[in-house]
């Protein structure tokens, strides 16, 4: 389901004397970050911070934000979820943010039966997987575009054509 605010990681410590902090991105690559000019502390967007710089660090992204020139100011922040708003992300046709794909309901393209709801997903990297939450347990479901005929995130519809006897013991 789109969100106008998603997740974007978290500040787990300081960085230097200046009020500089050290973010853990929850997204593919810590380049993403460096995309945003502005972050908010809130999913409901109402409190933003301009981000000064950020520069990727390893796997974390050093960040400057505005108001924060101290180490005890970063300090305080450390634990910190911070969000993107998402129509300041470009992401390719077709691609949608796990965040977004999280509660969508799972159907039968040609049945419409419901097996259940996206849990989780996993990157694998050959391909994600879904972790389906279904009446009878967790089913996890490969996500490749041989069995999905649709992802409509709007509607939190996904729509599928199953494996045989991944959703039952049938042969």
Not at 43 to 62: C, D, F, L, T, Y
Not at 106 to 130: C, L
């Amino acid at each position: 389901m789109i969100k106008n605010y998603l997740e974007l990681g978290q500040i787990v410590s300081t960085h230097g004397v200046k009020g500089e902090v050290r973010f853990d991105p929850w997204c593919d690559s810590p380049d993403f970050v460096k995309k945003f000019k502005t972050l908010y502390f809130d999913p409901s967007g109402e409190k933003s911070v301009k981000v000064i710089s950020a520069r990727p660090h390893g796997n974390i992204v050093i960040l400057m934000l505005e108001g924060v020139a101290t180490v005890d100011e970063a300090r305080a922040l450390r634990g910190t979820v911070l969000y993107m708003k998402r129509s300041d992300a470009r992401l390719p046709k077709g691609t949608w943010f796990i965040q977004e794909l999280i509660g969508c309901s799972v159907v039968d393209a040609d049945t419409g039966k419901v097996y259940g709801e996206i849990t989780d997903v996993t990157s694998t990297g050959a391909n994600d997987v879904y972790s389906i939450k279904t009446p009878s347990g967790e089913v996890l479901f490969p996500a490749v575009k041989e069995f999905i005929e649709s992802t409509d995130v709007e509607e939190g519809i996904i729509q599928i054509r199953p494996i045989k006897g991944i959703f039952s013991d049938e042969d």
